[in-house]
C-alpha cells in the first residue's frame, strides 16, 4: 500500500549549529518535482546545500536524489530511504542546511538528513493513494433520471454532462467502487439502454 501528503509540510530543526529546514510536497510527476526542487532553492539562496529526493508513480517507479554538495551518500540517499521507508510516493523533499561551523562526520550527516526528513513526514497527515477511473455513457432522454437513481452508489461522481441528440454523461469512480459500479453499467448496456466506454485520463 502507498501513500502520499495532501499540504505543504515544513519542518525546521538545528543539529550542532547548522539549520536543517525541511519541505515536502506533493507532487504529480517529475516536472512538477523539478519545479519545486527549483522553488526551495530560491527560497533559500544563501544556504551551503538544499538537498533533494522525490518518488513517483503508483507504486514509485521512478526514484531520485541528490547530495547537493554533501559527501556521496550521506544526504539524497537518507532522504530518499526515508520516504521509502513511510512508503510515500508522489512526493519530493527538500531539505536545507545552513552551515553553522561544526562539522558532523559521515555517519552524523546521514543522520541528520535522514532524521530532519522523517520528522518532516510525522509533522502532517499522510493518506492513502486511490486510483479513480472514468467512464463516458451515452443515453436517450426517456432513460437520463434512471440512469441517475442506478449509480447512486459509494465513491460513484458525476463529472460532467452533455445534452446533445442524446445524454453524454462523465463519471467519475474510486478504485473502491469501481465493480459495483460495472455490475450496474453491465445490467443497463445489456437491456440496450446506454452506451459506456472507459476514458484514459493521463495524469
Not at 137 to 166: N, R
Amino acid at each position: 500500500m502507498k501513500y502520499t501528503i495532501k499540504n505543504d509540510l515544513i519542518y525546521e530543526e538545528k543539529i550542532k549549529k547548522s539549520l536543517f529546514i525541511g519541505h515536502l510536497r506533493y507532487v504529480s510527476d517529475t516536472e512538477s518535482a523539478r519545479a519545486f526542487i527549483q522553488e526551495i532553492s530560491k527560497l533559500h539562496p544563501q544556504a551551503n546545500h538544499n538537498c533533494p529526493a522525490y518518488i513517483i508513480g503508483k507504486n514509485g517507479e521512478i526514484a531520485f536524489s541528490s547530495d547537493d554538495r554533501e559527501p556521496s551518500g550521506t544526504a539524497g540517499k537518507p532522504l530518499l530511504n526515508m520516504l521509502q521507508r513511510h512508503e510515500l510516493t508522489n512526493v519530493a523533499i527538500v531539505v536545507t542546511r545552513y552551515f553553522g561551523g561544526v562539522e558532523l562526520g559521515i555517519r552524523g550527516l546521514i543522520e541528520a538528513y535522514g532524521g530532519v526528513a522523517e520528522r518532516t513526514i510525522l509533522s502532517g497527515e499522510k493518506v492513502q493513494m486511490i486510483d479513480y477511473f472514468y467512464y463516458k455513457c451515452e443515453m436517450s432522454y426517456h432513460f437520463y433520471k434512471i440512469f441517475l437513481h442506478k449509480i447512486q452508489l459509494p465513491d460513484v461522481i458525476v463529472k460532467d454532462t452533455v445534452f446533445t441528440d442524446i445524454v453524454e454523461v462523465k463519471i467519475e469512480v474510486s478504485e473502491m467502487g469501481k465493480d459495483k459500479l460495472l455490475i450496474v453499467l453491465q445490467e443497463m448496456m445489456l437491456g440496450q439502454n446506454i452506451k459506456c466506454s472507459e476514458l484514459r485520463i493521463e495524469n
